[in-house]
């Protein structure tokens, strides 16, 4: 569990860095990512990197990311792990963005280290609008 939770705050911190490539180190290189996003899934740590890219460059200065209500449940080479996150910050059009998203990761352990291999982030929606619900707090 220490690992997992070293692993996630190295993502943090690259997400506040708008470091794509650290973000996408701790990837194995076959991820499947069910982003909150377009399109259903990416395949592959370069796809995931890419869309990262993309992502973390809307943004002007640092992205806020926190994480909170972490929960790992970890085996001996399969875990995964469930949180709310927050991110925070401005975008280069100058609108801001203050929004909880939902993610859960699942980890592989690759000699000796922990990999994510699958990664699902959503927002809840309004079933009779069919719209985000992006003012959700926790």
Same mark, same amino acid.
């Given at each position: 569990?220490?690992?997992?939770?070293?692993?996630?705050?190295?993502? =943090?911190?690259?997400?506040?860095?708008? /470091?794509?490539?650290?973000?996408?180190?701790? &990837?194995?290189?076959?991820? =499947?990512?069910?982003?909150?996003?377009?399109?259903?899934?990416?395949?592959?740590?370069?796809?995931?990197?890419?869309?990262?890219?993309?992502?973390?460059?809307? $943004?002007?200065?640092? =992205?806020?990311?926190?994480?909170?209500?972490?929960?790992?449940?970890?085996?001996? /080479?399969?875990?995964?792990?469930?949180?709310? $996150?927050?991110?925070?910050?401005?975008?280069? +059009?100058? *609108?801001?963005?203050?929004?909880?998203?939902? *993610?859960?990761? &699942?980890?592989? !352990?690759? +000699?000796?280290?922990?990999?994510?291999?699958?990664?699902?982030?959503? =927002?809840?929606?309004?079933?009779?609008?069919?719209?985000?619900?992006?003012?959700? !707090?926790?």
């Amino acid at each position: 569990e220490d690992q997992i939770r070293a692993l996630l705050d190295e993502r =943090v911190r690259a997400i506040h860095d708008r /470091d794509a490539q650290a973000l996408v180190s701790a &990837c194995a290189p076959d991820i =499947v990512s069910f982003d909150a996003l377009p399109p259903l899934q990416r395949l592959g740590a370069e796809a995931v990197r890419a869309r990262a890219e993309e992502w973390l460059g809307w $943004y002007d200065g640092p =992205v806020g990311y926190d994480i909170r209500d972490l929960r790992i449940t970890a085996g001996d /080479d399969t875990a995964f792990a469930s949180y709310l $996150y927050r991110v925070t910050g401005t975008m280069t +059009n100058g *609108s801001t963005v203050d929004m909880w998203v939902r *993610s859960t990761v &699942c980890l592989r !352990k690759r +000699n000796g280290d922990w990999l994510i291999a699958h990664e699902h982030t959503s =927002v809840p929606f309004d079933a009779e609008s069919g719209r985000a619900t992006l003012d959700l !707090k926790p």
